[in-house]
């Protein structure tokens, strides 16, 4: 069974006396101010809880501190301030010891570029947290073969990597950190450096995956379109520091400051959200007297816009019998504005005949 993954106040000094930095920075001194004396802060007072099975996707630029978060919650970095908690038990407070047996048996780690054995089998390769933990040849083989299965290799068991293709030696690195029944995975940019077909077909396997496993997971990404298709929840990271925790329709529709709208700008909106983010609650016509067509909170926008196409007015959105919300047609195109979402933006393009446009559509 999976555990919950907390972090508490979390920092990270790179640099000479770093308590000294962590008191600094918590008196308000800014990250700059300390880069002048050579100091780097690079994590800075993150804080947030990890349900099982959710995937938690912590996403920012380069430099931002993704990694330096990363390697703190499975132990490989000591937090200079804050503490760690999985299932309850306290990562900062275990000697090495423990935070070896911790690693080996409850957390796994995928990265970008996975480093295969050359000179072991893909079975072997995938069986290579097991034989860490000492675990019997023949369960190894048993639980590397199941893993292999669940992430599409089924029958390249016998292989060796350098017959693989980049997409499918990435699927062997998840399939070594799930072989280990690992209730922890932490995944560090794991699919970047895959051709975009082949990531997306992972980032399906990774999402059918969780809906059985239930992993808690934490995903770094830099790729806010990548967040947005895994992340129950994202973290937005900016120069260390937790900008912004919120579900991807959070994010899209009120990001904290403007640095995050900014980085939401290419994002395709039409694929995060649904009626329940766009739908507006306040005002009910008649429209749920008639047998129109009607959506469900979790109605995909496109969907919404079909349906939007085909009935004559507002389309009702009803959860079960109880009609929760309704979404005016000149709505929707508003929504899909790039400077600014929001009603605001469906005015304004209402009076530009902005009806018309979507009805064509
Ligand atoms: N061992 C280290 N010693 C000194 N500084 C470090 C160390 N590790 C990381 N840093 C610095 O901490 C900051 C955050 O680095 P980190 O690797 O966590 O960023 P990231 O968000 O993972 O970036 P990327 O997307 O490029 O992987 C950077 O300024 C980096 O130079
Ligand atoms: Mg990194």
Redesign the pocket.
Known sequence: MSARLEAEHLY?V??RKPDQAVERLREGTDREELRADGI?A??IDASFTVEPGEIFVVM????????????MLNGLLEPTAGHVRFGGQDLTELGDRGLREVRSRKISMVFQHFALFPHRSVRDNAAYGLEVQGVPRAERVRRADEALALCGLAGWEKSWPDELSGGMQQRVGLARALATDADLLLM??SFSALDPLIRRDMQDQLLELQKTLKKTIVF?T?DLNEAMRLGDRIAV?RD?RIVQIGSAQDILLRPANDYVASFTQDVDRSRVLTAGAVMDTATRGDEADCDCETATPGTPFTELCAISARVPHAVAVLDGERLVGVVPRQRLIGFLGDEQTGPGTCDTRRDKGGEKVMARA
Not at 60 to 71: A, E, F, I, Q
């Open positions: 990270k790179f640099g780097t690079a994590v920012g630029l380069s430099g931002s501190g993704k990694s330096t978060l990363l390697r560090d940019e770094i830099h990271m260390g």
